[in-house]
T-cell receptor
Framework: GAVVSQHPSWVICKSGTSVKIECRSLDFQATTMFWYRQFPKQSLMLMATSNEGSKATYEQGVEKDKFLINHASLTLSTLTVTSAHPEDSSFYIC??????????????FGQGTRLTVV | AQSVTQLDSQVPVFEEAPVELRCNYSSSVSVYLFWYVQYPNQGLQLLLKYLSGSTLVKGINGFEAEFNKSQTSFHLRKPSVHISDTAEYFCAVSESGGSYIPTFGRGTSLIVHP
């Protein structure tokens, strides 16, 4: 299957700083990428849908000014957690889908990023 | 809108025993169904998917699932589990012909004991 690479795998940052997480589709072009947040022992919560060349669509309750998403190319989307606080500590996962009407229905997932804010 | 219910949060089994992880969904339209596996501190890996056709779907690692439209279920089964199958399993549904954004269940933790 297609490969989605997420970097870094884990990061520790100080409260008040910003952290950028990258999500790359290595062997396909992803017109749409998704960002999820996962709390311990819980399911994945969709944060936002990122479309190449346009603004991300955020789910209700997700602060767009806190979680900045950029999808500048067909193979790269970034999530920046701005002014991070301990409550932002979580496991963040991206996924990518080959776009197009009737296109591939499967979403491919990155390995996730464990963010710890101290 | 669709939703997914995974009835068991944790399923303990002994090695080489069979296992079934339950998944029920609700949707007003036709759906695609998926099972994903997540190992600790890793992303999700697709085990199998149902898009159309045969209701019995075979996936990787010896897993299979059966789509039952009348019962709106998509239970995951394996006839003989290994220690290495210990992981979190997520059932997901997306509306066919829609945005394909999957909705995930809360997950079932499969714990295989020696």
């Amino acid at each position: 299957g297609a490969v989605v690479s997420q970097h870094p795998s884990w990061v520790i940052c100080k409260s008040g700083t910003s952290v950028k997480i990258e999500c790359r589709s290595l062997d396909f072009q992803a017109t749409t990428m998704f960002w999820y947040r996962q709390f311990p022992k819980q399911s994945l919560m969709l944060m936002a849908t990122s479309n190449e060349g346009s603004k991300a669509t955020y789910e209700q309750g997700v602060e767009k000014d806190k979680f900045l998403i950029n999808h500048a190319s067909l193979t790269l989307s970034t999530l920046t957690v701005t002014s991070a606080h301990p409550e932002d500590s979580s496991f963040y996962i991206c996924s990518a889908r080959v776009g197009g009407s009737g296109g591939n229905t499967e979403a491919f997932f990155g390995q996730g990023t464990r963010l710890t804010v101290v | 809108a669709q939703s997914v219910t995974q009835l068991d949060s944790q399923v303990p089994v002994f090695e080489e025993a069979p296992v079934e992880l339950r998944c029920n969904y609700s949707s007003s339209v036709s759906v695609y169904l998926f099972w994903y596996v997540q190992y600790p501190n890793q992303g999700l890996q697709l085990l199998l998917k149902y898009l159309s056709g045969s209701t019995l779907v075979k996936g990787i690692n010896g897993f299979e699932a059966e789509f039952n439209k009348s019962q709106t279920s998509f239970h995951l089964r394996k006839p003989s589990v290994h220690i290495s199958d210990t992981a979190e399993y997520f059932c997901a549904v997306s509306e066919s012909g829609g945005s394909y954004i999957p909705t995930f269940g809360r997950g079932t933790s499969l714990i295989v004991h020696p």
